[in-house]
């Protein structure tokens, strides 16, 4: 139920970007009965939400700014927000971004006298908007914590500087997409080959039956059975090519493996002992 007319909450809050994400989650806040103001440059602010011509006058009077627009958009969004802010306001960075960006716009805050919190929102936010589960680090992340949990957001602090929350984001999007993308192209292969939802319920059997074992039979067989799978994964990217799938994952999968080979030490029996680097241990 809309309550945009009843604002409940003392905190007022700026959000800059009505797209997907930034949409979703402005309407969940005016419905938790927040005060809310913002601007985006090409989508029309939802009902109850007050909207401004610019950046400034968005960001002027709010206790907590949402940057919600985009990783390539943020520098210019804070640039053209940050004159609009106050001694008191923090200036929250949703974006999905580099470590390293999230950084410097947490230096370019602290220049103006501005908080910053490095947010990172860790599932997809269609259908859960503000209640999105987040990662927050900054100087300002215990803040932005509390302004958000008030409204019923489920926000997880990170002690530490800006880019810590983006940093543990982007280690889970290498697992997470680089699994989506070995889907993606191994179900092209599949379609190509003529046995796609043979290959679809293989898949699927074996993503059901994954446990917390899973992880370290994964890596403790890489290290151990690099030499095979590397030839393995060599004719597996051979296939794709003879059936018209550009291998980038088999082929990176293949590359990955004859590093592992090549950083594999000799025993004094001149057998191989590949170095798991993600646990600082050697495995035959």
Same mark, same amino acid.
């Given at each position: ?66 940057? @919600? ?49 490095? @947010? ?124 018209? @799938? ?14 592992? @080979? ?23």
């Amino acid at each position: 139920m809309v309550v945009s007319s009843e604002e409940t909450s003392s905190v007022r809050i700026a959000v800059l970007g009505f797209g997907e994400a930034g949409g979703r989650i402005v309407t969940d806040l005016r419905d938790a009965g927040a005060r809310v103001q913002g601007y985006d440059p090409a989508v029309s602010a939802p009902f109850g939400v007050r909207e401004h011509p610019d950046e400034a006058s968005a960001v002027s009077g709010a206790d907590l700014v949402l940057s @919600v627009n985009s990783a390539e958009a943020a520098r210019d969004a804070m640039r053209a927000g940050l004159p609009g802010a106050g001694p008191t306001t923090v200036w929250a960075d949703l974006n999905t971004a580099a470590p390293q960006l999230k950084r410097e716009l947490s230096e370019t805050a602290a220049a103006a006298g501005v908080g910053f919190a490095d @947010v990172s929102l860790m599932t997809p936010v269609p259908g859960r908007g503000l209640y999105t589960p987040m990662l927050t680090s900054g100087d300002a992340a215990r803040r932005y914590a509390e302004a958000l949990t008030s409204l019923g957001a489920h926000v997880e602090t990170l002690e530490g500087e800006a880019g810590l929350a983006a940093e543990r984001k982007l280690l889970r999007s290498v697992f997470f997409k680089g699994l989506a993308a070995a889907v993606v192209e191994a179900l092209e292969a599949g379609r190509a080959a003529g046995c796609e939802d043979w290959l679809r319920a293989n898949i699927a059997d074996e993503l059901t039956r994954a446990d917390a074992d899973t992880v370290r039979r994964l890596v403790d067989g890489s290290h151990q059975h690099a030499v095979r799978r590397a030839h393995e994964m060599s004719a597996a990217a051979d296939m794709l090519t003879d059936l018209g @799938v550009d291998p980038l994952v088999s082929g990176a999968s293949r590359d990955l493996l004859r590093r592992l @080979v090549d950083e594999a030490a000799p025993t004094h029996n001149g057998d191989l002992v590949a170095t798991d680097t993600t646990h600082g241990r050697q495995s035959r």
